[in-house]
């Protein structure tokens, strides 16, 4: 086991590493950048170095930086978190050029699958559904015209590298293709340095659907059920839940079943999600792979019984998973809301400050994973989540009650959250029947 780790990210994902690491007897090194010296992650870590300025590209997106960092500490592994170099594949090259472990999967699997049109042909190799498309990523709006007259509209559009929403337009008739195909590719560019869209027929109001799987280095992979992110605003995941309660037994023995037929197709090591889009029928249709812990994680932690990130670290200091696939099970039912320091009623707008104030729920079956403390000044330079607020319960039902009654008692003076705007979905009918979709917020769907 590694006796140091060095926590390559910030936030509440850098909080619940270190977490991990002493529940290991893992020494912590957390990574700062100027503006988040105050950062709780620097202030409970056993170590703490600045790594750069505010601007994540002079910091958490140096890699030279966190090297260095990780070299001076003596630290035998990096977990990259969520986000920033998480799935990036030099980086992770990098780390092992130096001796250093990366906690992920190995960088080839990460190229592989973060390249969307290459993952695509190997969930095809796995036997995975995916959706009709191009064979990869086209090479000029000529051919995404061909796709789409081949196809048939509506169509998607999205970044071959990248993820997190990013890059993705559909186009519901030719004359909005070449709108969608510009944007879309402009944004792919900025957002990943790489401007490449592949095409593919576009599912009408899907379910977003995705399979936890865990594979270790002697070989074995194991899935850990679905988890329910339909609830999305912008592409951008609000609300998730484990188990869905859109699947039936049949339905989630195939999903799962064909999530880990794909990470076992490429040898998969460490944690990784599988994503797919459902259709009103309940047919599925592979939509990408991420190499990475997920946002919403401990959904999965919460009705598995299973440490992910401990896992993670176990599994990348060549333990064996300690557990098959018969034995895991799931008990009751979890909901995630990720509170983002924004502005529901100003078109969701930053709302960086200082918290002069905070109460955090408490009470049977609730866990808050928070960066956040009263007098903490969040900064305008990152990603605005500031916490997760994770229910469970034994049914769906008594979840629901729970996570109504925790939104309720949470309290941040000083900055606007979206809370209120999730107690707002949490009370719809349309979200206690489970009839909603990856487009029901776009479409009003929760203020009927």
């Given amino acids: 086991m590694f006796q140091k780790i060095l926590i390559a990210n910030r936030g509440e ?23 988040d010296k105050e950062a709780l992650h620097a202030q409970i870590a056993d170590q703490a170095i600045c790594i750069g300025p505010a601007n994540p590209r002079d910091s958490y997106l140096n890699m030279q930086n966190l090297i260095s960092a990780a070299l001076a500490s003596g630290a035998q592994a990096i977990h990259p978190g969520f986000g920033f170099l998480s799935e990036n594949t030099e980086f992770a090259e990098l780390a092992i050029q130096h001796g250093i472990a990366f906690i992920g999967p190995k960088a080839e699997t990460i190229r592989l699958l973060g390249d969307k049109s290459e993952a695509k042909r190997t969930a095809i190799a796995a036997g995975v559904p995916v959706a009709r498309g191009s064979d990869g990523a086209v090479a000029d709006f000529a051919e995404a015209e061909q796709w789409a007259q081949e196809i048939g509209y509506p169509v998607m559009l999205k970044a071959s590298a990248g993820g997190g929403g990013k890059g993705i337009r559909v186009a519901h008739a030719p004359e909005e293709l070449r709108s969608a195909y510009d944007t879309a590719s402009s944004e792919a560019r900025a957002n990943f ?49 484990a188990p869905s309660c859109f699947l039936d037994a049949e339905t989630r023995a195939k999903i799962c079943g064909a999530a880990r037929d794909l990470a ?38 919460q009705v598995t019984g299973v440490d992910l990130v401990c896992e993670q670290i176990k599994i990348a200091a060549g333990e064996p998973l300690s557990f098959s696939q018969e034995d895991l099970s799931l008990r009751g039912h979890a909901i995630e809301c990720r509170i983002n320091a924004e502005d529901p009623a100003q078109d969701f707008a930053p709302c960086p400050g200082k918290i002069y104030g905070m109460h955090l729920p408490g009470g049977a079956g609730v866990r808050m994973d928070t960066a956040a403390y009263q007098g903490y000044i969040i900064p305008p330079y990152y990603d605005s989540m500031i916490g997760k607020l994770i229910v469970s319960g034994n049914d769906r039902t008594q979840a629901i009650a729970r996570m109504r009654r ?4 949470t309290l941040f003076d000083g900055v606007t959250t979206s809370t209120d705007f999730q107690l707002k979905l949490l009370s719809s009918d349309i979200f206690v029947s489970g009839g909603f979709h990856t487009n029901s917020i776009a479409n009003g769907d929760f203020d009927r």
């Fill in 13 to 35: 994902i850098a909080v619940r590493v270190i977490r991990a690491c002493r529940d290991l007897g893992i020494i912590s090194v957390a990574v700062y950048s100027e503006a």
């Fill in 406 to 409: 925790a939104l309720a008692e």
């Fill in 193 to 241: 340095g790489d401007g490449r869209l592949y095409i593919e027929r576009y599912i009408e109001n899907p379910r977003h659907i995705e399979v936890q799987i865990l594979g270790d280095t002697q070989g074995h992979v194991v899935h850990l059920f679905e988890r329910e992110c339909s609830i999305q605003r912008r592409h951008q995941k609000l609300i998730e839940e």
């Fill in 264 to 301: 076992k197709q490429v040898g998969y090591i460490n944690a990784g999600t599988v994503e797919f889009l459902v259709d009103r029928d309940k047919n599925f249709f592979f939509c990408e792979m991420n190499t990475r812990i997920q946002v919403e994680h401990p959904v999965t932690e």
